[in-house]
Nanobody, 118 residues
């Protein structure tokens, strides 16, 4: 079992920045992955960014160049730096942890609200 505790989020104006954090109870080492999904009102949950233990990163096309995912391995904590925010980034952001052998997330954080508005 892996526990994920999220922090950050909140409100920002368009063009602003926010940072999300997700602390895991287990290291990402060994081919595992962590990252973030988000779910906007009335829409399906979508993958925003992911990072593997090997350092590979991936991003949704809608956030490329604006969002950056990173990890502090000493603290088992993943960060999502969100810059140049748009109203379309509004939603609940969920941290996930995926084991190396899984095709889908195995564990989820509690979710944190991000609201971008004027």
């Amino acid at each position: 079992q892996v526990q994920l505790v999220e922090s950050g989020g909140g409100w920002a104006q368009p063009g602003g920045s926010l940072t999300l954090s997700c602390a895991a109870s287990r290291s990402i080492f060994g081919g595992n992955a962590m990252g973030w999904y988000r779910q906007a009102p009335g829409k399906e949950r979508e993958l925003v960014a992911a990072l593997t233990s090997g350092g590979a990163t991936s991003y949704a096309d809608s956030v490329k160049g604006r969002f950056s995912i990173s990890i502090d391995n000493a603290k088992n904590t993943v960060f999502l730096q969100m810059d140049s925010l748009k109203e379309s980034d509004t939603g609940v952001y969920y941290c996930f942890y995926r084991r190396y052998y899984s095709r889908a997330p195995d564990y989820w954080g509690q979710g944190t609200q991000v609201t971008v508005s004027t």
